[in-house]
């Protein structure tokens, strides 16, 4: 067979031997591909831009071809250097949206020197050219994976801009355009601090039920350090985390600032359980119970909130979980130092009237004194929900111990007239908290459920199975008695 025969074998030699061809005709010499670069880079510094551009984007095309990141890289990264030391701002955002859409450009490019131009903005003049600089990046990184965390700390920086300059609206809407939670490759502290400035400009902007939306995607579990948050780790998607930006908090911080929003939200809705337990939350966090100035404030904020919780149920919570929040916080060793705080949960756990005159003398002072629950937007509705709790209270115990009482003796118990004695119980009533009906022409106050036959049957037969128990048990008894000391039982005389 000669060696010019047409051959399956032939065609697979000929075939590598023109790989390995093209391999050694792509392949560059990297030193002197960096001295080209040099030489081009000094015709700019000569005052020659144009002449500058046209040949290193020759020598970007020469290490695109030949597919070598670092000979790319180090093209690429000379266009922008040349553009930004001219201060030419149209032909550096001219040649990054070139040098991106150029075929075959190759990702680890794509990144670095989109990058390289982010380092660029917090230099610029002014903030137009860098709001200019960011949206020509964004359009760049736009429908890029490899790129979706540069895209998400522009978007950041737009915001940033944006609430500067007064419009929090604007800067809500842009940074919601972000969900960094499917973001596999972002570090996990950056992710939340993401989220925590979407939720804050949503607060600002009085859009709650958003802030809410935007919330729940963080847990609380998200809090604790787990396998795989550190930089370098794979990451549940296959990628390797990258390091967090500059700037962003610990998670021990973004914890006690999620739960600062968190209380922002349930302030608005009145939700004081709900606060309580944001306050519980940061006073149980690492590092807060070793400064007596963190926690004292922070405890003392717990037991007001438990105390404004209705301790009846609600769609919050059960009654159950407002009474062992209070246990709770009672029970915690540093309510040693806060005597007047723990009388104020035993005020409200024992089962004794509550004289509003007595309890306004007692707390009044500290009331004046915790400006952050009681003064402010809030601080009047929170007054008036502090004498409503007391009432409530009042009003329970009352359900304890009568089954029947007159509106004018519980309205001297409630310290009320007898019209709000009966609004108040009315409210009640509504919530389920007891069960009691008026007679206004009596002027009496049956309290308690009304019994159903079925239940009057059942007691009557217990009470009956009850008795004839204690009728077998003496006759036992007597008969007992009667064998001992030889005594006749019924016998005549």
């Known amino acids: 067979m000669s060696v010019g025969e047409f051959t399956v074998s032939n065609i697979h030699m000929d075939e590598d031997k023109r790989e390995e061809e093209k391999q050694k005709d792509s392949s560059l010499d990297i030193d002197n591909f960096k001295a080209d670069v040099a030489a081009a880079v000094q015709l700019a510094e000569q005052g020659d831009l144009t002449r500058s551009l ?41 040649h990054i949206v070139l040098l991106a859409k150029r075929r075959g450009q190759l990702k680890q490019v794509i990144q670095a020197f989109v990058r390289q131009a982010m380092a660029y903005i917090d230099g610029l003049p002014d903030k137009e050219s860098q709001v200019s600089l960011i949206k020509t990046l964004q359009t760049v990184t736009e429908g890029k994976i490899f790129v979706e ?53 949503c607060l600002a902007k009085r859009d709650f039920i958003r802030a809410q939306i935007l919330a729940r995607k963080i847990s609380p579990r998200a809090f604790q350090k787990q396998q795989g948050d550190s930089t370098g780790e794979i990451g549940i998607e296959g990628t390797a985390i990258e390091e967090a930006d500059a700037g962003i908090p610990s998670l021990g911080e973004l914890k006690l600032r999620y739960y600062q929003l968190m209380i922002t939200y349930h302030q608005h809705y009145h939700s004081y359980l709900e606060i309580c ?14 400064d007596p100035a963190v926690w004292g404030p922070v405890l003392k904020k717990i037991c007001w909130y438990a105390v404004l919780a209705p301790k009846y149920s609600t769609d919050e919570g059960s009654s159950s979980d407002v009474t062992t929040l209070i246990t709770t916080t009672a029970g915690y060793k540093q309510m ?22 007595l309890f306004e003398a007692q707390f009044g002072p500290e009331v004046a004194a915790e400006s952050d629950v009681f003064s402010g937007e ?60 008026v007679d206004r022409p009596a002027g009496v106050v049956v309290i308690g459920k009304p019994q159903q036959p079925e239940d009057t049957l059942n007691a009557w037969s217990a009470n009956i199975g009850k008795l004839l128990n204690l009728v077998e048990k003496a006759t036992q008894q007597i008969q007992k008695e009667a064998m001992v000391h030889k005594v006749q039982l019924g016998g005549a005389a």
């Open 378 to 437: 809030y601080g009047e509705k929170r007054q008036a929900d502090l004498k409503l709790r007391v009432t409530e209270h009042n009003l329970l115990t009352v359900a304890k111990y009568y089954t029947r009482i007159t509106t004018a003796r519980l309205a001297e118990l409630l310290d009320l007239t007898p019209d709000q004695a009966e609004k108040q119980l009315a409210e009640l009533v509504v919530a389920k908290a007891v069960c009691a009906k």
């Open 54 to 94: 046209e040949g290193l984007l020759n020598l970007e095309k020469q290490a695109r071809v030949a597919e070598d990141v670092t000979a790319s890289k180090a093209a690429c990264s000379a266009v922008l250097e040349v553009c930004h030391k001219a201060k030419d701002l149209k032909q550096l955002e001219e």
């Open 277 to 290: 337990r944001c306050y519980k939350a940061i006073y149980e966090s690492e590092g807060v119970q070793d």
């Open 149 to 201: 965390i540069e895209r998400a700390r522009l978007t950041r920086k737009l915001a940033a801009m944006r609430e500067a300059e007064g419009n929090i609206a604007e800067a809500a809407d842009t940074l919601q355009e972000v969900a960094v939670e499917t973001f596999g490759a972002m570090a996990k502290t950056e992710k939340i601090a993401y989220i925590l400035e979407q939720v804050r400009l």
């Open 336 to 357: 040693g130092d806060l005597p007047l705080h723990k009388q104020l949960l035993s005020t409200f756990t024992n089962p004794e009237i509550v004289r509003w005159g």
